[in-house]
DNA sequence: GTTGCCTATGCAACTCGTTGCATAGGAGGA
DNA sequence: TCCTCCTATGCAACGAGTTGCATAGGCAAC
């Protein structure tokens, strides 16, 4: 569990609002961590009681008033606690990755929906990839002058942009693989019963 | 939730008791969806109930008995329909690189433990790719001969190995700039106030 | 010959995450 | 004018996932 830890580095690097880390969780570090607005106001009602960061209350004329977090020492002891243990293995959910096994067991018609499917994903892939480039250009323009906090999120975002174009790779080689399977299958031997299922 | 679905996949590739599907999960299948034999056992009872699986059980001698699943018609025509559902986005869980922007928070001694925690997660990529590398030569070994199921099985590895390989790269970006950061560190302007909270 | 690991299944308690809903004022368009 | 969307926060209920523990026989090593 560590959405208490990623609230903190998020208002590290700038304080704000239950509903600004909200949407900071929907553009920004939620590319690595996602929550929805009610896991952050609860967590952060937690971490309020536990002295982990400090509210405000901020009027604003126009529109409802909101309460400013910001980290306090106690959380920020906390994160450089958190910082130095392992870094328990990530649960991968990959479901895209499932249907592409599930559909051998299915009739032909599913590898045409599926690749309507693929060709969706490698368009939101190929929108996120351009944003992440965007970004790096608005945000990182001189590469050769960034502090200590800057070279940290750029190798973050590298990281990003890397993923998103190795996803992309696969998902053409996905298409081409099922595009070249729904023209050649006859009524051939998807449901080939008994391999082993202990592949990697 | 897919679970249900992943283990159907499981069990259609072939059958097997709780035990032996948590083992898979472990090794095959859950390298992109991870399941504890708790949520196996539940999830199969369940599954049971419903008439999506079939169980026998099943005498051994030396060991204790087990119930063997396979996959059964209301199961298989569930599948079917999952199929043809839209895909929901994964939610991200990348502890590693919030620990990476943390790091930015915290003194030059938190560097040097993130480039060791860093460098055991490549030993482990390193050695997972070698894994999948091996299995492909294993059960792949005549590409120009799969029959349909055994295609998109290999294109799911492909998407395996290419990750892997993507990882070990941005991971040596990791140490290579940590490396930087902790030998040219004086005191840095690390903590640095108020910079963009909604970059990419 | 006892210690520890492997197979095989399961209960109980807990935490985490999701979903639906509610409030409430202001902005902007049909 | 009404409808919808946006900001801003929150409750309540549910479902999913995790953790610790329990049983129980067999096998292998020390």
Redesign the pocket.
């Known amino acids: 569990?560590a959405?208490e830890h990623a609230i903190l580095v998020s208002l590290l690097e700038q304080p704000g609002?239950?509903?600004?880390l909200?949407?900071r969780f929907d553009r920004s570090i939620g590319r690595f961590w996602?929550?929805?607005?009610?896991?952050i106001?609860?967590v952060?009602?937690r971490m309020e009681a536990d002295g982990w960061v400090a509210a405000e209350e901020v009027a604003?004329d126009?529109?409802?008033?909101?309460?400013v977090y910001s980290a306090a020492g106690p959380g920020r002891a906390a994160l450089a606690e958190w910082l130095r243990e392992p870094v328990e293995p990530e649960?991968v959910?990959h479901e895209l990755a499932v249907k592409i096994r599930a559909a051998a067991f299915d009739d032909p018609a599913a590898l045409t929906v599926l690749i309507a499917e693929v060709e969706r994903h490698r368009e939101s892939h190929s929108a996120l990839l351009a944003r992440y480039l965007h970004g790096e250009q608005r945000d990182f323009p001189d590469l050769g002058a960034l502090d200590v906090q800057q070279e940290l999120q750029h190798v973050v975002l590298r990281g990003g942009i890397e993923f998103e174009r190795m996803n992309l790779a696969w998902l053409d080689d996905v298409l081409t693989t099922l595009r070249r399977l729904a023209d050649g299958r006859g009524r051939g031997t998807g449901d080939r019963e008994q391999t082993s299922g202990d592949r990697v």
Do not use: C, I, V
């Not at 996602?34 to 896991?39: D, K």
């Not at 126009?62 to 309460?67: E, I, Q, S, T």
């Open positions: 569990m959405l609002s239950g509903y600004e909200a949407r996602t929550a929805t607005h009610q896991q106001y609860r952060l009602r604003q126009g529109r409802p008033d909101k309460k649960t959910r």
